[in-house]
Antibody, heavy 120, light 107 residues
Framework: EVQLVESGGVVVQPGGSLRLSCVVS????????MHWVRQAPGKGLEWIGL????????YYLDSVEGRFTITRDNSKNSLYLQMNSLRTEDTALYYC?????????????WGQGTQVTVSS | DIQLTQSPSLLSASVGDRVTITCRAS??????LVWYQQKPGKAPKLLIY???TLRSGVPSRFSDSGSGTEFTLTISSLQPEDFATYYC?????????FGGGTKVEIK
């Protein structure tokens, strides 16, 4: 069974930094690209970015590029989201998600999310 | 960036109704559109992916159509478990944007 478990969400002050983690199981991690998607309270889904299976390629939402960095450690079945210069509008539930077997742009499994609150 | 506009944002319907949700793209995305369902407190679930392919296990009452800039998701006969929020997402180019969502509520 595919499982994705996010962690690291906390309350942080504006301008602060945070690293989220996602540990996966139930599939061969280094065969798949991975995504981060967020959802602000009561709002819709917002795609943040993607990292390729080997970590060589990353793509980001314009508003987070330069502030957020997606990395992975295939030896630990782990995905990370480093978030710097956090803003109040970054407050959201952050999901990690796995690509479909045939298309790295398509998400077919999601974690349950970790809550990040940016507030003074 | 490609913008996706869903309508309506809220839809009130009864069990057994035929329901249609529209997703319009700001530019031609060919058939690179997918649909997700999200229930309160839960992660989204993939329903339909590129070229109108129904994901395994998704009931056949769900279907979609369209290409280019206009797409529709249809639920042929709404069931109690279908009350949820539905999102479209384009996979044509990065960033991979979502529509704003359509909440289907009980009438």
């Amino acid at each position: 069974e595919v499982q994705l478990v996010e962690s690291g969400g906390v309350v942080v002050q504006p301008g602060g930094s945070l690293r989220l983690s996602c540990v996966v199981s139930g599939f061969t991690f280094d065969d798949y690209g991975m995504h981060w998607v967020r959802q602000a309270p009561g709002k819709g889904l917002e795609w943040i970015g993607l990292i390729s299976w080997d970590g060589d390629r990353t793509y980001y939402l314009d508003s987070v590029e330069g502030r957020f960095t997606i990395t992975r450690d295939n030896s630990k079945n782990s995905l990370y989201l480093q978030m710097n210069s956090l803003r109040t509008e970054d407050t959201a539930l952050y999901y990690c998600a796995k690509q479909d077997k045939d298309d790295e742009r398509l998400v077919d499994h999601w974690g349950q999310g970790t809550q990040v609150t940016v507030s003074s | 960036d490609i913008q996706l506009t869903q309508s309506p944002s809220l839809l009130s319907a009864s069990v057994g109704d035929r329901v249609t949700i529209t997703c319009r793209a700001s530019q031609d995305i060919s058939s690179y559109l997918v649909w997700y369902q999200q229930k309160p407190g839960k992660a989204p679930k993939l329903l339909i992916y590129v070229a109108s392919t129904l994901r395994s296990g998704v009931p056949s009452r769900f279907s979609d159509s369209g290409s280019g800039t206009e797409f529709t998701l249809t639920i042929s006969s709404l069931q109690p478990e279908d009350f949820a929020t539905y999102y479209c997402q384009q996979l044509k180019s990065y960033p991979l944007t979502f529509g704003g969502g359509t909440k289907v509520e009980i009438k």
